[in-house]
């Protein structure tokens, strides 16, 4: 995987092009070892993504050019990284030029790149955008007739970024949230 995200990336950072230093980072909430859901990064983007090391803006003039790549895990990480730094102006510029499919847009807004808790089912086990959970109580969902039974499956469900006690899934074709504790992950 790393090498395929490499070779794509002629080794070269894919958010500011610098060679030094460079690895690969996957871009969460997605966890798997698929090369479209990482990207090559120097250690000067990394440690500035990951609030390791105080943001230096001009470093990051560099999106103007990376924020138009066509792999998705680019476009996500320069929009969060705009996104941060929105209130400097010129971010928010290059934001309302930046083209995010719809796909991909829910990503950038599904995660941090900065540490932080996590969401985390009825076990302690860590639950990540897209996973099968089953419900471990039955609920009564206030103001609708959708049935949520103790045993039901939630498939592809998605994380409230702003709460880790929230996650949201599709029942008889609606969105509900639902609490974490009350949720373990699928087998
Ligand atoms: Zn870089």
């Not at 990376?66 to 792999?71: A, L, Q, R, T």
């Given at each position: 995987m790393n090498q395929d995200v490499m070779e794509r990336a002629n080794q070269a950072?894919?958010?500011?092009?610098?060679?030094?230093a460079v690895s690969t980072y996957v871009v969460p909430p997605r966890s798997d070892d698929?090369?479209?859901h990482a990207l090559a990064m120097c250690k000067t983007c990394m440690d500035q993504l990951k609030g390791e090391a105080e943001i230096d803006p001009n470093h990051w003039r560099s999106l103007n050019d990376?924020?138009?790549?066509?792999?998705d895990a680019v476009k996500v990480i320069a929009w969060r990284m705009l996104d941060r730094m929105r209130d400097l102006g010129w971010p928010q510029d290059l934001l309302d030029m930046i083209y995010l499919e719809e796909s991909a847009m829910e990503w950038a807004t599904s995660a941090s790149d900065l540490p932080g808790p996590k969401h985390l089912d009825s076990n302690g086990s860590e639950i990540c955008q897209g996973d099968n959970l089953v419900l471990i109580k039955t609920l009564d969902v206030k103001g609708s007739n959708v049935a949520v039974k103790k045993g039901d499956v939630v498939k592809n469900i998605r994380l409230v970024l702003d709460n880790t006690e929230q996650v949201i899934g599709r029942i008889d074709g609606q969105e509900i949230v639902l609490l974490t504790q009350y949720l373990r992950k699928s087998k």
């Open positions: 950072c894919e958010l500011c092009a610098s060679q030094s698929n090369p479209t990376s924020m138009w790549s066509e792999v």
